[in-house]
Nanobody, 114 residues
Framework: QVQLVESGGGLVQPGGSLRLSCAASGFTFKNYDMRWYRQALGKERELVASVGVFGVGSNYADSVKDRFTIYRVDAKNTVYLQMNNLKPEDTAVYYC???????WGQGTQVTVSS
């Protein structure tokens, strides 16, 4: 069955960095666009970044441009989100999404606080 498993979240100070990973299984990963979303407490889920097949066509929310980088390693069936210069407003549960049924992972918590 399709699985998306996120990891890499945690507590980080403002200005710090984290790298999130999303390991996919159960579908032909290289054939699908992949996306990272986030949902802060009391807010709607929002699209953070997306990457097309072969790593072509990355797009970012304005709030994370020049700080976050999405990339994929098809040989590992994994999509990553490198997050630099983190801000308190980046605090949220981060989810990856992709695959033939636009499946969701379980999410990983990112907390940016001093």
């Amino acid at each position: 069955q399709v699985q998306l498993v996120e990891s890499g979240g945690g507590l980080v100070q403002p200005g710090g960095s984290l790298r999130l990973s999303c390991a996919a299984s159960g579908f032909t990963f290289k054939n699908y666009d992949m996306r990272w979303y986030r949902q802060a407490l009391g807010k709607e889920r929002e699209l953070v970044a997306s990457v097309g097949v072969f790593g072509v066509g990355s797009n970012y929310a304005d709030s994370v441009k020049d700080r976050f980088t999405i990339y994929r390693v098809d040989a590992k069936n994994t999509v990553y989100l490198q997050m630099n210069n983190l801000k308190p407003e980046d605090t949220a549960v981060y989810y990856c999404q992709g695959g033939p049924g636009a499946y969701w992972g379980q999410g990983t918590q990112v907390t940016v606080s001093s």
